[in-house]
């Protein structure tokens, strides 16, 4: 069974920077997107930043500007570069994976943000 691996997460300063990575726990094939979600304590689950592998972005508008989100397809591997943290973005942040053939999503198990001071 294939697992997402996370791992990036942790406590920073407000204004401080963050970069989570995560990478399947074996080789997948047909992967399209990939991305990054994340739910705050009594919030439902929203997303963050998603990167088809044609390398098109899409970001929350929370995080435009702040937020940075890569692949290395060669290691279907997932990044986000987060800069400029502010507490709203305490959250788990959790990876997603989505193939093809056959159409399937994954998802991590999570990762806690901590944005304090």
């Known amino acids: 069974q294939v697992q997402l691996v996370e791992s990036g997460g942790g406590l920073v300063q407000p204004g401080g920077s963050l970069r989570l990575s995560c990478a399947p726990s074996r080789s997948i094939f047909s992967i399209n997107a990939m991305g990054w979600y994340r739910q705050a304590p009594g919030k439902q689950r929203e997303l963050v930043a998603t990167?088809?592998?044609?390398?098109?972005?899409n970001y929350a508008d929370s995080v435009k500007g702040r937020f940075t989100i890569s692949r290395d397809n060669a290691k279907n591997t997932v990044y986000l570069q987060m800069n400029s943290l502010k507490p709203d973005d305490t959250a788990v942040y959790y990876c997603y994976l989505g193939t093809t053939m056959p159409p399937r999503a994954y998802w991590g198990q999570g990762t806690q943000v901590t944005v304090s001071s």
């Open positions: 990167i088809t592998s044609g390398a098109s972005t």
